[in-house]
């Protein structure tokens, strides 16, 4: 099968039932969310308000160029595909009884989401003068991100289409 195919065969088998649309979306409104708040936090941390959360998040419209908006919007529908994908599977290998630890739901869950949050995240440590560096001002992270994200989400719909045999006692 290509792999738009078994994207498109688990898409139909994941969003069949409306709560992981629901994931999906909330995930997406998160991560484009926490981009805005982690790069203001310390005037969050001293002068919190929803009107200012609000204010921040609609600032992310109207601050950043035009590439970077569509990056993270990418990023963040991308994110929470991943999320929902990656939820079914728990959700199934649970229903079928296979046993998994919390890290490595965790690590399913959270790990290929990251990407949406790198740019953020690499301000918070002090890294946001390596941008500068970058050829193209760090454009480059936000097309690794979509790229990570594109494999995982090839990888979890191969998880999501291989059928599995119930071995009978």
């Known amino acids: 099968m290509k792999w738009h195919r078994e994207v498109i ?15 999906t979306m909330v995930t997406a409104v998160i ?15 001293h002068d919190f308000s ?14 950043l160029p035009p590439y970077a908006i ?21 959700g199934r290998q649970l229903a079928l009884g296979i046993s998994t630890s919390f890290t490595g739901i965790i690590v399913s869950v959270f790990a290929p989401a990251c ?3 790198a740019l953020s995240l690499l301000s918070i440590v002090g ?4 941008l500068a560096v970058l050829p ?6 936000g097309v690794l991100g979509i790229v990570i994200l594109l494999s995982s989400l ?10 599995v045999c119930e071995v009978k006692q």
Request: contains cysteine; aromatic residues 12%.
């Open 70 to 90: 569509i990056t993270l919007i990418l990023t963040s529908i991308l994110g929470g595909i991943v999320v929902a994908f990656s939820t079914f599977i728990i």
């Open 31 to 45: 991560l484009f969310s926490l981009n805005s708040l982690i790069r203001n936090y310390r005037l969050l941390v």
């Open 154 to 163: 090839i990888y979890l719909s191969k998880k999501i289409n291989a059928t």
């Open 136 to 141: 193209f001002k760090g454009i480059e992270l």
């Open 9 to 23: 065969t688990a898409s139909r088998q994941v969003y069949t039932p409306p709560i992981y649309r629901i994931t």
């Open 50 to 63: 929803l009107s200012l959360v609000f204010s921040l998040i609609k600032g992310t419209l109207t601050s």
């Open 115 to 117: 990407p949406a949050c």
């Open 127 to 130: 890294l946001g003068g390596f």
